[in-house]
Nanobody, 122 residues
Framework: QVQLVESGGGLVQAGGSLRLSCAAS????????MAWFRQVSGKERELVAR????????KYADSVKGRFTISRDNGKSTVYLQIDSLKPEDTAVYYC???????????????WGQGTQVTVSS
């Protein structure tokens, strides 16, 4: 059974930083593209970052470039999202997701975590 478990969310002031983690189990982690999405209540889930199987290639949404950094540790089956210079508009539930397809940029990812709340106060 595949499980993705996010952690690291919380309440932070604008300008602060957070590091989200997503621990995966039940899958061959290094065979999967890992991604972070976020969703604000009432809005569509948005892909913010993804990372290739080996970790050498990453892609970011324009809205987070320069502030978000995705990384992975295949030995620990964990993907991370470092979020710096947080803004109130970054407030959302952040989900990690896994899929074998690199070109997939929609919510059709195969596996999902339960999400972790990030709240940024102004």
């Amino acid at each position: 059974q595949v499980q993705l478990v996010e952690s690291g969310g919380g309440l932070v002031q604008a300008g602060g930083s957070l590091r989200l983690s997503c621990a995966a189990s039940g899958l061959t982690f290094s065979s999967y593209v890992m991604a972070w999405f976020r969703q604000v209540s009432g809005k569509e889930r948005e892909l913010v970052a993804r990372i290739k199987w080996s970790g050498g290639i990453t892609k970011y949404a324009d809205s987070v470039k320069g502030r978000f950094t995705i990384s992975r540790d295949n030995g620990k089956s964990t993907v991370y999202l470092q979020i710096d210079s947080l803004k109130p508009e970054d407030t959302a539930v952040y989900y990690c997701a896994a899929d074998r397809r690199w070109l997939l940029t929609t919510t059709e990812y195969e596996y999902w975590g339960q999400g972790t709340q990030v709240t940024v106060s102004s």
